[in-house]
């Protein structure tokens, strides 16, 4: 497996920050990610059905009727999963929105907690130096007036990153299926489980622009609350809110 010099270093501090996290009773460790983009229509996607007679897909994938883009939150304290399945474009908005209605659904439940430990990967949308990440991050945070500790795991490493074995099981559970439809997607999502219990699952249908940077200017204002560690400040951030 490829490796970059901070490798080690990386995996060292997600380990004493997701210990520390979990020990401690104002902090809720989170983690997030998104999925490989789900093409909806009467395509076949290998693996085996159960039914008696099996359905038949059509012989190319050359049409689709649209494309999900699947993005999970898994609660690491409860084992709760949430899926959001969007039909817009996977970017920085899109991810923060999701975080940001997930916090709105839960925040009466964690009325003690003042910091969200956040572990996550360096994809496309979640790097931490794309500017619009980091606008709305900590807008997020200091509209809710939570702190955020962002614990990213290593390039090349995301298969260790929790959610990821929720993907997993999503991927068994569907194993198969036709999804023809954004309803039959969304109905076998809602029934997979995850240790035990389902998924809560929301269709998001806004559309979301790609390529949306900050000018330094106004990242400028944002960044005052964005503190990167100085060991692995791309991959250790805390946001506290002034």
Not at 108 to 113: C, L
Request: include cysteine; hydrophobic fraction near 40%; proline fraction near 4%.
């Amino acid at each position: 497996m490829k490796k970059i010099p901070q490798t080690d270093a990386i995996f060292d501090h997600v380990a004493t920050a997701n210990a520390a996290a979990d020990a401690a009773a104002n902090v809720l460790r989170l983690s997030i990610d998104s999925k490989a983009k789900v093409k909806v229509g009467n395509l076949s996607r290998g693996g085996k059905d159960r039914r008696q007679h099996a359905p038949k897909a059509d012989d190319h994938d050359t049409e689709w009727q649209s494309v999900l883009v699947p993005f999970g939150i898994l609660n690491l304290q409860t084992d709760e999963l949430t899926l959001y399945l969007g039909e817009s474009a996977e970017t920085s908005d899109f991810i923060v929105d999701c975080l940001s209605q997930w916090w709105q659904d839960h925040r009466a439940d964690y009325r003690h907690i003042t910091t969200l430990a956040i572990n996550l990967d360096g994809g496309s949308a979640t790097r931490s130096n794309r500017t619009q990440f980091i606008k709305r991050l900590v807008s997020f945070a200091r509209q809710s007036q939570l702190s955020l500790e962002l614990i990213y795991y290593p390039p090349y490493h995301s298969k260790y990153n929790p959610i990821e074995r929720c993907w997993a099981a999503l991927e068994q559970f569907w194993n198969g299926a036709i999804l023809d439809s954004v309803a039959t997607t969304l109905n076998w999502a809602s029934n997979m489980t995850w240790k035990g219990r389902i998924p809560v699952v929301h269709h998001v249908t806004d559309y979301y622009e790609k390529g949306i940077k900050v000018d330094a200017k106004t990242l400028a204002s944002f960044q005052v609350d964005w503190h990167p560690s100085a060991e692995l400040p791309q991959w250790a951030i805390t946001i506290n809110p002034a």
